[in-house]
C-alpha cells in the first residue's frame, strides 16, 4: 500500500489525475473504474483540464462506474449517471457507448446485478479502479458487515450513508434508500487500485481503514490485502496516522 501524501485537496486532486492521466497514456485503451461523490470531482476537473490542453485522449477508453442508486432514472440530476455525464464524460472526447453504470432503472434487482458483472467480465476487468472512502469505511455502497466475496449487489443503505447523502437531496424522504454497488470482490480483482481521500472528518476511518485490521466491519480494510493500492490523502485526512 503506498500512502501520497498531498498538502491539500486542489494537490490531491491533482496527483490523482496524473496517476490517472498515466494509466490512459500507458495504455489508451484502458478500462478505467470511476466513482462519484464529492472527494473525485477536483481529479475530473483536473482531467477535463489536461484534454482541453490537449494532453489527453480518452477515445479509447472505458468506463465501469462502482454505483449506481435504484430506482432513480438517468436524467435525475442525482443518479450517477447525470453526475459522470456532467462532471467528465459530457466534456472529453470519451464514447458514450463504452461508459458503464448499474442500470438503476431495472426492477429486476438480480438481472440488473447479474447484467453488470457480465458487463465487467465483458470488458476484460479492470485497469485502475478509482475509490472514495465513505466515514464508516464503505467503498463503493458496500455498508459494513458486507461479504467481501460479493460481486454486483443491490443494498438497503444504512441510516449513516443516507444522512450523508442527504445533503444533495430536497429531503429526506428523497434520499435513495437502495443502490446496486460493484461488490468487493470485483473492486479487489481490479489491477490497480487509487483511493482519494480528503478532510479532517475522515481522518479517524484512514486510520481504522489503512492501519486496523481487516473485517468486513470496516469495508476498506481489505484494501490493505491488494497489492497495488496507492492512497492519495491530503494532510488533514492523514493527520491521525504517524507516517
Ligand atoms: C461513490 C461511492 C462512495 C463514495 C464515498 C465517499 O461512487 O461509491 O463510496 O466514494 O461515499 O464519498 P465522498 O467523496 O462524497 O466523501
Redesign the pocket.
Known amino acids: 500500500m503506498k500512502i501520497i501524501c498531498a498538502k491539500d485537496y486542489k494537490d490531491m486532486s491533482r496527483k490523482a489525475a496524473n496517476i490517472i492521466s498515466a494509466q490512459i497514456i500507458m495504455k489508451p485503451n484502458c478500462v478505467l473504474g470511476?466513482?462519484?461523490?464529492?472527494?473525485?470531482i477536483g481529479t475530473y476537473e483536473q482531467l477535463v483540464e489536461w484534454y482541453n490542453k490537449g494532453d489527453l485522449d480518452f477515445s479509447g477508453v472505458t468506463t465501469v462506474?462502482?454505483?449506481e442508486y435504484r430506482g432513480l432514472p438517468r436524467d435525475n440530476d442525482q443518479s450517477?449517471y447525470y453526475f459522470m455525464n456532467e462532471k467528465l464524460f459530457s466534456k472529453v472526447n470519451i464514447d458514450k457507448s463504452r461508459t458503464f453504470l448499474p442500470d438503476g432503472m431495472e426492477p429486476d434487482s438480480q438481472k440488473a446485478c447479474d447484467d453488470y458483472n457480465h458487463i465487467i467480465r465483458s470488458v476484460g476487468g479492470i485497469d485502475l479502479q478509482l475509490?472514495?472512502?465513505?466515514?464508516n469505511g464503505?467503498?463503493?455502497?458496500?455498508e459494513p458487515g458486507t461479504a467481501f466475496e460479493a460481486e454486483t449487489h443491490c443494498v438497503d443503505l444504512t441510516e449513516s450513508?443516507m444522512k450523508?447523502?442527504q445533503r444533495f437531496f430536497a429531503s429526506m424522504d428523497d434520499v435513495p434508500k437502495q443502490a446496486y454497488?460493484m461488490g468487493i470482490k470485483t473492486i479487489m480483482q481490479a489491477k490497480k487500485i487509487l483511493v482519494?481521500v480528503?478532510?479532517e472528518d475522515?481522518a479517524d476511518i484512514v486510520k481504522t481503514a489503512f492501519f486496523g485490521p481487516i473485517t468486513p466491519k470496516v469495508q476498506a480494510s481489505v484494501l490493505q490485502l491488494h497489492n497495488d493500492v496507492t492512497i492519495v490523502a491530503d494532510e488533514a485526512a492523514l493527520s491521525k496516522v504517524n507516517l
Open positions: 470511476l466513482a462519484t461523490g464529492s472527494t473525485p462506474n462502482l454505483d450517477y475509490l472514495g472512502l465513505g466515514h464503505h467503498i463503493g455502497f458496500n450513508t450523508a447523502n454497488t482519494v480528503s478532510g475522515k
